[in-house]
């Protein structure tokens, strides 16, 4: 068994367990288990002889088998059919690339081995080159989607709605009512009504629905030696439109950078239509879809961090609101 470091004592006996069966199963040797991260899911450095990997342990009944299966098929996919360099999962034994670890006691955990990125982390290096190769990428990723055929048994999880995989829905629950005033819920209210109309009106049309990942962000990237951009955690692959996976990535870099949000914005059009037509039109706006990212946002905090909704209404009712008068959603 390889001893898992770094993690605190109380879990580290339980990933440690996970780990090694996990690994087992890979036709690799393994040397060294260091913890990376918890973010959702557990992720792990896995040493082999001088090689790195990262493992990442899936908690239970965040995704689906079939949703996890189809996100390891698609990098599978992206790594063979073109230039796009995204992160490599690694096939097991059997050629398998999604394995379920377990031990007596514990719930069952889908795990993902994939080839380690190393490189300067993007968040820490956003800039408008930088953001206009990163249009680019997004471009690229569309681009392979159009004539890609999803394989037998792919995900058909459509992001048709605010919530669409299933999740606990607490922000317009009765009971929760006195979370807020009524002027706030009026605003989550009519933020859905719009958003909600954005969705049908997107779907109704069926043009160009492909797999997108939905996730793809600032955070979620990695640059190379060589200045090539690697994109990570494609966990959200699912069936959408290419204008939700940049709003998705466009909402967090404003989150994170609002100062200069409008400047990077153009950046990114600019390197996205050197190679594909800008997605964005008078009925779907981009803005549309950032605003139902802010309502999935309060809905996650409300559950799982309560004692942060209120504050969290605070700064988000007035963009919400803003967004409603203008169409417009800035931070």
Avoid at 124 to 147: C, D, P, Q, V
Avoid at 157 to 173: D, H, N, P, T, V
Avoid at 309 to 321: G, Q, R, T, V, Y
Wanted: with cysteine; charged share 30%; proline share 3%.
């Amino acid at each position: 068994m390889v001893r898992l470091e770094g993690m605190k004592r109380e879990y580290t006996d339980h990933f440690e367990k996970l780990a090694n069966r996990a690994l087992s199963q890979y036709p690799l040797e393994f040397d060294r288990l260091v913890f990376v991260g918890y973010y959702t899911n557990c992720i792990l450095l896995a040493g082999s002889n001088g090689d790195k990997f990262a493992l990442r342990i899936s908690s239970p009944g965040w995704r689906t088998y079939t949703d996890l299966q189809s996100e390891a098929t698609w990098l599978h996919d992206l790594t063979a059919g073109s230039d796009i360099r995204v992160v490599e999962p690694v096939a097991t034994k059997e050629g398998k690339y999604l394995t379920k670890a377990s031990y007596r006691g514990s719930k069952v955990h889908y795990c993902l081995l994939m080839k380690w990125l190393s490189g300067d982390k993007f968040w820490e290096n956003i800039n408008n080159r930088n953001i206009n190769k990163m249009g680019e990428l997004f471009a690229k990723l569309h681009l392979f989607s159009e004539s890609y055929n999803p394989p037998e048994g792919f995900t058909t999880r459509k992001m048709s709605r605010i919530f669409a995989r299933g999740e606990r829905i607490a922000l317009y629950k009765k009971e929760n009512r006195g979370m807020y005033s009524p002027g706030q819920y009026e605003i989550l209210q009519r933020v859905k009504q719009e958003t909600d109309r954005a969705y049908r009106r997107l779907y109704d049309d069926k043009g160009d629905m492909m797999v997108i990942s939905h996730d793809l962000h600032h955070e979620n990237i990695i640059i190379d030696d060589e200045g090539n951009l690697r994109p990570f955690d494609f966990e959200d692959t699912c069936l959408g439109y290419p204008i939700q996976d940049i709003a998705m990535a466009m909402r967090d870099l404003m989150e994170e950078h609002p100062q200069n949000f409008d400047r990077y914005l153009t950046a990114f059009r600019e390197g996205y239509e050197t190679l594909r037509k800008w997605p964005e039109t008078d009925q779907n706006r981009i803005d549309d879809f950032m605003a139902g990212r802010m309502l999935w946002v309060a809905n996650w905090i409300l559950i799982n961090e309560r004692e942060k909704f209120s504050d969290h209404l605070k700064w988000a009712i007035p963009k919400l609101e803003q967004y409603l008068n203008t169409g417009k959603l800035r931070y």
